[in-house]
């Protein structure tokens, strides 16, 4: 079994960076491909960004293309979502998933975490 916890998360203004954090426990983490999702008030969890399991494969939401970078340091157990210039349409519930094969819905994930809330000023 896999747990995850995020961190990392505030309130900034726009046109600011945050830098979230996944923390895994579980000997097989580094097995799984990784996710990050988000959830705004009143939508449906959205996908945002992945990293497979070797890491050489990152995929992104057209909406954070430029703006956010996924990486996974192995040592760690971590993932980490980087974000900068962050735009008032990316305030939601950010949440990390672990999931065998992994990809971008939230079906192809079985373990999460609690999430982080990210809220971004205008």
């Known amino acids: 079994q896999v747990q995850l916890v995020e961190s990392g998360g505030g309130l900034v203004q726009a046109g600011a960076s945050l830098r979230l954090s996944c923390t895994a426990s579980g000997r097989a983490f580094s097995t799984y491909g990784t996710g990050w999702f988000r959830q705004a008030p009143g939508k449906e969890r959205e996908f945002v960004a992945a990293?497979?399991?070797?890491?050489?494969?990152?995929t992104y939401v057209d909406s954070v293309k430029g703006r956010f970078t996924i990486s996974r340091d192995r040592d760690k157990s971590t993932v980490y979502l980087q974000m900068n210039n962050l735009k008032p349409e990316d305030t939601a519930v950010y949440y990390c998933?672990?999931?065998?094969?992994?990809?971008?819905?939230?079906?192809?994930?079985?373990?999460w975490g609690q999430g982080t809330q990210v809220t971004v000023s205008s």
């Open positions: 998933a672990a999931g065998e094969p992994g990809g971008t819905w939230p079906t192809d994930y079985e373990y």
């Open positions: 990293i497979s399991r070797s890491g050489g494969t990152l």
